[in-house]
């Protein structure tokens, strides 16, 4: 189970950090991504991943130099720390494993930036 938070109503340029806790699975060995679905948007656009151990992470293009991606395998928890936001990147936000995605999601949270 996927149990996202840390969403709300900024304005650009302000920052927002999102938390995920993972349960009912092994955490540790998984790779996890943040994943968005922006509004009119039929499919979810993978953000960022992480490996297993914290140590590799990778970017869509428009987010690189403003998110920053982390996890505590102690706490099973993936974060996503988003600065200098922009309209575009208003979405519902949500976490999964990497590659390949659990077919349950969960069920996200809104953020949403206004200029």
């Known amino acids: 189970h996927f149990v996202e938070s840390g969403g709300g109503l900024v304005q650009a340029g302000e920052s927002l950090r999102l938390s995920c806790a993972v349960s009912?699975?092994?955490?540790?060995?998984?790779?996890m991504a943040w994943y968005r679905q922006g509004p009119g948007k039929q499919r979810r656009e993978l953000v960022a991943?992480?490996?297993?151990?914290?140590?590799?992470?990778n970017y869509v293009e428009s987010v690189k130099g403003r998110f920053f991606i982390s996890r505590d395998n102690d706490r099973s928890e993936l974060f996503l720390r988003m600065h200098s936001l922009k309209p575009e990147d208003s979405a519902i936000y949500y976490c999964?494993?990497?590659?390949?995605?659990?077919?349950?999601w969960g069920p996200g949270t809104q953020v949403t930036v206004s200029s």
């Open positions: 009912g699975m092994a955490f540790i060995p998984e790779y």
């Open positions: 999964n494993t990497y590659p390949r995605t659990r077919d349950v």
């Open positions: 991943h992480i490996s297993s151990g914290g140590d590799l992470t």
